[in-house]
């Protein structure tokens, strides 16, 4: 009676897989419960990091080398400093350009929050097309980001309300990054009337000269500092370590990350040891025969390697599905950014198989090494 | 000319009070063909298991092929040294027969299609051509014994050993494998030692010797 | 301990889903009731006696007008004394700066005098009459203990269940005003605060537009308040855990 299968092509492979189909229950679960472990840490992990370089893209488009904010705040977009200290920052060598910037969240409609971010007049974020003309943001006036105008469903000519404010959206703003593609943007004089900060900025963006070694930079972060005790001073890396939701996602993620990979580790371990227990007997007769305890213990890491392989790449699909879907919701909550997974990740989703694969193999291999062929054949 | 196989005075207890071997003195030369007969508990299976590796003698020495077995890797000693023939079999019952015996190859032959080529006509020759691809759970029981022999001198084994091959057949069944048996020790001159209780598979055998209680009585 | 068998253990299981042997409550474990108390109280009850929040506050009266001020809060709870210090600014003709000192009864004093002050008193000196500044100022000191409405329980129709809200403070005459509270559709949080006089008429509804996380001074990231002359946004813009140190080591004399 032939079979479909290639009667001399049996190896390892085809020995391999035929005893993973033997317990297939088995495996979809080993598979399973792995692939969604991974998965789900891959999620957390890669929603810090498209955060963090969406965050780290936009100020690159805006060359922003240095961030100027309040000391003392834990959560930067509180931070209010006065927008006098643009000369005394204009002053300081080495700087070549300063962006000031009002950031709030205000009530849209009564309703539910948005940001809003205020900009001086002569900035690209305050003027518009009105017909052939590019002309400044007038009082009462707004440009829209396209990802805030399909979350909130506005569109430019809408009238709305901010904070009890009423203002009318005139236009689009073409953001350069998906960050600011969420945001409302209005004169910082508006902004600054309408929450009361008359005089008081968020932030001052500074660009540097190119080509400033780094001891130029300590020097020109020591002066700017030295303008005001409640100044801080970070580079845009040192920002984006701090922003809290950020800081809160990765080290969540990092967490997840261990315990899922422990997990994990113990799904295939057990998994494993309850196999190679029922398979003492198969296994003694195979050393009966003459394959060596190594061998037979290669066996074992094998089929324990397949079933990680196998769980690491459904645990990417996982992962970059659930990125997919974290992204999309944090975009409701005002948080855009975009999925960035890269050849990186999958080299690291496949050092957690490999690892997955040789700790989780550990256990068995040890119960198969220490199988007593005479004992096992008596069974 | 040196023995295959050499016990010297060799004893093997269980917990220092069941004695199922007392001092042991035999040697079989290359080539004979040695039954071992003696009724249950007479020790024939511990015999071939302390010869196969499978246990450790309490006491005294055992040589195989002019080692004694402590220096041999147990590996190397069951792929080129020794075959064994279970009583049980001992197939892997999810497996086909062929796969059976592939299976003993792997270690010896690396390529797919000869171990399949070499295993085939293994079966072949025991009159099994047309059941290859059986599963062993499929086959009769004289069916499955001749598969587990011929999975047992895949590598050529110079000693085989063999725990009552016909304990668990048909009349029919035994005289089949006995025949196998016997063409194949002509054939290739092998040295065969095969524990059995059974008149019929002795008279196979160029030497009989007889064991009670653990002892050689008849040599 | 108890022994069951598996399978009694799924009948329990589903008999107590179609309702049939034992009331809701023995099989549902807590009520749901007893479970939404707790979350309101810790929604609403500030943790921690040592902080500092900023809370803006933007009102509008009836002719469209608005404007913005933002009313700090610093806490400074130690052996010395418990005491508050609130700074106002903004949209305010003066800046204005006082002091008050918690009493272990939730009573309220000003920092440099001993007698009580009245609450009414206390909230005409500062600027804006649409303001609630005599719950701000009274709630910083006591706390709010949410309990299920005793004029409205959980009634046989199955209408949800409604609470109300009761400042422990001793400055506060529980008669003046009660707190309802009008919880969402998914009735898990809250969506209004009715404050209802002695008469029984609402004198302002708060609603809830925002819960915050963790930070957040009561839970309650913003909330509009409509009153009779306007109505009044209030947002946590800030908050601290751990930061209000501002009184002197030792307690001034009287």
């Given amino acids: 009676m032939k079979r479909g299968v290639s009667v001399d092509r049996y190896g390892v492979a085809t020995l391999i897989v035929d005893n993973i189909k033997r317990r297939p229950l088995r495996a979809v679960i080993a598979v399973l419960s792995i692939a969604v472990a991974l998965g789900g840490a891959m999620t957390m992990v890669g929603t810090s990091e498209s955060i963090e370089r969406t965050l780290e893209k936009g100020y690159a488009s805006r060359r922003v080398d240095l ?65 052939t003309d590019s002309v400044e943001l007038e009082h009462g006036q707004l440009l829209i980001g396209h990802t805030a105008s399909s979350l909130n469903q506005l569109m430019p000519g809408d009238e709305i309300e901010l904070n009890f404010g009423k203002y009318k959206i005139v236009d689009f703003f073409e953001a350069g990054n998906v960050f600011e593609s969420g945001v409302l943007f209005m004169r910082l004089d508006d902004l600054q009337k309408l929450t009361s900060s008359l005089g008081r900025v968020t932030f001052f963006f500074v660009e540097l000269e190119p080509g400033l070694k780094e001891q130029s930079r300590r020097r020109i972060i020591g002066d700017i500092e030295a303008l005001s005790p409640v100044l801080k001073v970070v580079t845009t890396e040192e920002f984006l370590n701090q922003n809290q939701l950020t800081a809160a996602v990765r080290g969540l993620g990092r967490v997840i990350l261990f315990t899922n990979a422990l997990l994990s580790i113990l799904i295939i371990s057990t998994i494993m040891v309850l196999t190679v227990s029922e398979r003492r007997k198969e296994l003694a007769i195979l050393r009966a025969m003459g394959w060596s305890a190594i061998r037979v213990s290669t066996l074992v890491i094998l089929e324990t390697s397949v079933l990680s392989a196998t769980a690491a790449v459904l645990g990417g699909v996982v992962g970059w599905v659930g990125l997919e879907i974290a992204l ?5 909550m005002g948080i855009f950014s975009r999925s960035i997974l890269t050849v990186e990740h999958l080299l690291w989703l496949s050092a957690s198989a490999v690892a ?3 700790l989780g193999a550990a256990l068995p291999v040890y119960y198969t090494l220490n199988i007593s062929v005479n004992e096992a054949l008596r069974e | 000319m040196r023995p295959l196989v050499d016990l010297q005075n060799v004893c093997r207890t269980f917990g220092g009070v069941i004695t199922a071997l007392d001092d042991v003195s035999l040697s079989v030369s290359e080539g004979e063909t040695i039954a071992l007969l003696g009724p249950s508990g007479s020790g024939k299976s511990t015999l071939l298991s302390l010869i196969a590796g499978f246990e450790t003698a309490s006491s005294g020495t055992l040589t195989v092929a002019g080692k004694s077995i402590h220096d041999w890797h147990p590996d190397e000693f ?63 029981g004289g069916e499955r014994q001749r598969v587990a022999f011929c999975r047992s001198i895949a590598n050529q084994p110079r000693l085989l050993l063999a725990d009552e091959p016909t304990g668990n057949l048909d009349r029919a069944s035994s005289q089949r494998l006995l025949s196998t048996l016997s063409d194949h ?32 009585v008849d040599s | 301990m108890i022994s069951i068998s598996f399978r009694t253990f799924v009948a329990f299981v589903l008999l107590c ?53 933002y009313l700090s809060a610093t806490r400074d709870a130690d052996p010395q004394g418990d005491w508050l210090l609130f700074h106002l600014e903004g949209d305010t003709s003066v800046t204005q700066e006082f002091c008050l000192k918690c009493q272990p009864d939730g009573g309220v004093t000003s920092c440099d005098q001993g007698s009580l002050v009245p609450m009414k008193m206390l909230g005409s000196t500062l600027a804006g009459s649409i303001l609630p500044w005599e719950e701000i100022l009274v709630g910083s000191c006591g706390s709010w ?3 299920m409405d005793p004029v409205d329980p959980d009634s046989d129709d199955g209408r949800k269940p409604s609470y109300v809200v009761q400042i422990t403070n001793a400055a506060f005459d529980p008669g003046w005003v009660t707190t309802k509270i009008i919880m969402d559709s998914s009735s898990k949080d809250p969506l209004y605060f009715d404050r209802i006089d002695s008469q029984g008429k ?25 009153m009779n002359g306007g109505r009044v946004l209030m947002e946590i813009v800030d908050f601290q855990k751990g930061s209000g140190q501002f009184k002197p080591s030792r307690e001034n004399q009287r």
């Fill in chain 1, 67 to 131: 961030m100027v904010m309040q000391a003392g705040k834990s959560n930067p977009m509180t931070s209010r400093i006065s927008e006098a200290l643009v000369d005394d920052l204009e002053r300081i060598e080495g700087i070549l350009g300063i962006q000031a910037l009002l950031v709030d969240s205000l009530l849209l409609e009564s309703d539910h929050s948005v940001f809003v971010y205020g900009w001086p007049p002569g900035y690209p974020e305050t003027r518009y097309r009105k017909g």
């Fill in chain 1, 328 to 332: 999309a919701h944090l975009q409701t």
């Fill in chain 1, 356 to 358: 997955i694969a040789t």
């Fill in chain 2, 78 to 140: 069951r792929l080129r040294i020794v075959g064994f023939l279970f009583q049980q079999f001992h197939l892997l019952e999810h497996l086909s027969a062929v796969r059976n015996v592939e299976l003993s190859l792997f270690p010896t032959c690396r390529q797919p299609r000869q171990r399949f080529l070499k295993s085939r006509q293994l079966l072949e020759d025991v009159g099994l051509g047309e059941r290859l691809l059986v599963q062993a759970t499929d086959l009769s």
């Fill in chain 2, 185 to 216: 020790m002509l054939r290739h001159q092998s040295t065969l030692i095969v524990a059995t209780h059974d008149d019929d598979v002795a008279r196979i055998c160029s030497r009989v010797i007889r064991l009670q209680d653990g002892k050689v």
């Fill in chain 3, 17 to 69: 889903s179609l309702g049939l042997i034992l009331p809701p409550q023995l099989c549902a474990g807590t009520r749901d009731g007893d479970k939404t108390i707790r979350r309101l109280n810790k929604l609403i009850n500030r943790s921690g006696k040592d902080y500092r929040v900023k809370i803006r506050i933007t009102s509008q009266d009836k002719e469209g007008n608005h404007s913005a001020v």
């Fill in chain 3, 145 to 147: 203990l949410v309990e």
């Fill in chain 3, 202 to 226: 609402l004198m302002r509804r708060i609603k809830v537009l925002e819960i915050g996380g963790t930070g957040s001074w009561r839970g309650i990231q913003r909330a509009i308040i409509e």
